[in-house]
């Protein structure tokens, strides 16, 4: 059974975790470093406000290893605010956070009227799929092996590059999306 982690210190965390049991996974959060101990499969990232969450991450001493676990190649799956902490680049922030995904993304970019809505589009080669936007950033810019899995008004709206997939939108809010994160080389497959 797959073993799904939660970053579980603030946001839409238990959203994510019914969504990966929802799939039949097994799911733990991680609140402490004690919690990194536990055999993970993938690291799952969920919604809420990016800043709190890296501050929070560097507060409980979480944050060094799950950049370091992330950047060895743990199959990682993040929405919105977990897609801001892995960006590169993030737009008028002096320094990104993980900064390990190489794309730029710009927070709250669709503004406060249009902040949070629903379109359907296709994923991933799968059309019909439900997109749930809420106050989610926008994907600026992407280095060119970085693979565009759906796009929104000409932007990228969700990538896979190496053992990361991220989402501006939120999957876990609108089944049945079912993305089986790719996993690095060597990383033994999921
Ligand atoms: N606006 C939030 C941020 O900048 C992200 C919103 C979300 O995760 N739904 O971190």
Known sequence: MRRVGVLSVQGAFAEMAAHWRAQGAATFEIR???DLARPMDLLALPGGESTVQGRLLKDL?????LRRRIAEGLPTFATCAG???LARTVEGAARPWFGLLPVTVRRNAYGRQLGSFTTVGTWDGRPGTRMVFIRAPSITAADADVDVLSTF???PTSVRWRNITAFTWHPELAP????APRPVAGTGGM
């Open 61 to 65: 001493g979480l944050f060094d290893p």
């Open 153 to 155: 008004d000409g932007r």
């Open 83 to 85: 897609l801001i902490l």
């Open 32 to 34: 402490r470093r004690a």
């Open 176 to 179: 049945p999306v079912r993305p």
